[in-house]
């Protein structure tokens, strides 16, 4: 039976030894303890593979944005206490009228 260490591990994913040993002690890759080092079957390498290719990676919460001068009026309105803001912006240089 073939053994890898974490850093093989790591080298082979691309990733940090650091990630593959929190994975080992978060229990989603079997490992087992030989003295103080950490080694990993090949079959539960292959476990953990054939595991991951189950969950996909969730997609990231989009960020909000406001899209309109209309919203950006109301928003800067309200932080300033209710009070009219008089805002400059690229598509009206002078919404006050004051120049």
């Known amino acids: 039976m073939e053994f890898f260490t974490p850093s093989e591990l790591a080298e082979k994913l691309k990733v940090s ?9 978060k229990g989603e890759i079997q490992a087992i303890r030989v003295g103080n080092r950490w080694r990993v079957s090949a079959e539960a390498f292959e ?3 054939q595991g991951s290719a189950h969950h996909p ?3 990231r919460p989009r960020r909000r944005r406001l899209v309109s001068e209309e919203k950006v009026r109301a928003f800067f309105a309200h ?14 240089p002078d919404v006050s009228g004051q120049g």
């Open 47 to 49: 476990n953990f593979i």
């Open 17 to 25: 030894r650091a990630k593959i040993q929190a994975l080992i002690i």
């Open 79 to 92: 932080g300033l206490n209710g009070k009219n803001a008089r805002i400059k912006t690229a598509e009206s």
């Open 57 to 59: 990676v969730p997609e």
